[in-house]
């Protein structure tokens, strides 16, 4: 027999797995419907987490995660932000192209926290 319990939080983490997945197709959908630099499939190929939180207008929060390399720590931390205004969308349209440059050629010396629509 399974635990009842053990079934409840697995459902629960489905759920939050589907739910955060919903998040990053659903903001992919509209960059690429406001874009056209940007595919729907170039978005999703980027692999942006849900960060959990949400902008004033109720987009969901995008990340892409850039780690230093794990034998030394990071030169300098980088936060790049972008569509700060909400309707700014040529700085998503050159965080995608960043994030392009750093899916083929991060060094690692750096660590990167991209949020390309903010």
Do not use: N
Not at 55 to 73: G, N
């Amino acid at each position: 027999m399974f635990d009842s319990k053990l079934l409840f939080h697995l459902a629960l983490l489905l759920s939050l797995t589907t739910a955060r997945a919903d998040e990053v197709s659903d903001t992919c959908q509209r960059i690429a419907g406001k874009l056209a630099s940007v595919s729907l499939q170039q978005c999703m190929d980027r692999q942006l987490q849900f960060s959990g939180a949400h902008s004033e207008q109720q987009i969901p929060l995008l990340i892409k995660h850039y780690p230093a390399l794990d034998e030394r720590s990071p030169q300098a931390r980088i936060l790049l932000l972008g569509g700060v205004h909400g309707d700014e969308y040529s700085s998503v349209s050159i965080l995608f192209k960043w994030m392009t440059i750093l899916d083929q050629h991060h060094s690692g010396l750096f660590e990167w926290q991209v949020v390309p629509l903010a």
